[in-house]
């Protein structure tokens, strides 16, 4: 049996085999997902290790898996087709209780990078700072001061959007010191 001449009822339409695995160049239609950049990138390593060409051939046999799955549609006994990659997805929804601790709508792991981002330029303002004080940089003419400075800000707002009150006064402090480093210049 010829691949293109067997065809699926799904849904009320009729479907070819083939069509669901192919994208026809003219006439097929776009299907557009926004995702993360990091499942992006987990989606081009996967579609590379599958050896097929890219997320959207990717897409195409993980949508082909689904139909076939759902609508019981057989394979050809002649294997012309690559078998469709299956893809479980699981959504964890948080509990009730755990959104109502987190009232300002941001999740656990977004707040952990911003901590730890902010931790980060605490130390590198510290160590510049420990620096200046025994004269081992010139501080006349650095511009590298304004930029900790505006760093440490930045770092404050975000600070306060993401509810880190552990830090703020840290940042607040490291903010003062750049400025008196910046008036005695």
């Known amino acids: 049996m010829e691949i293109s001449n067997q065809v699926i009822n799904v849904e009320g339409m009729k479907l070819k085999l083939e069509d669901l695995f192919k994208a026809p160049e003219k006439d097929g239609t776009v299907i557009s997902v926004r995702v993360h ?3 992006k990138e987990v989606l081009m ?7 097929l060409h890219g997320v959207s051939e990717l897409v195409r046999y993980i949508i082909a898996g689904f139909l076939m799955g759902r609508y019981n549609i057989v394979k050809p006994d002649p294997k012309v ?20 601790d987190r009232e300002d709508g941001h999740d656990d792991i977004t707040i952990l990078e911003v901590k730890s981002e902010i931790e980060d330029i605490i130390r590198e303002v510290e160590d510049f700072i420990n620096k200046a004080r ?3 940089i010139r ?3 650095n511009e590298y001061v304004k930029k900790l400075r505006t760093k440490v800000f930045r ?3 975000k600070a306060v959007k993401y509810n880190l ?3 703020v006064p840290r940042l607040k402090e490291l903010f003062e010191e750049l400025n008196n480093l910046l008036r005695s210049v």
């Open 134 to 136: 025994i004269r081992a």
């Open 81 to 100: 087709l690559a078998p469709p990659i299956y893809l479980n997805v699981n959504v964890v929804k948080t509990s009730s209780r755990q959104s109502q």
């Open 155 to 157: 770092a404050l707002v």
């Open 37 to 39: 950049r990091s499942v």
């Open 139 to 141: 501080l006349q003419g």
């Open 165 to 167: 009150r552990d830090v």
């Open 45 to 51: 390593k996967l579609a590379e290790k599958e050896g």
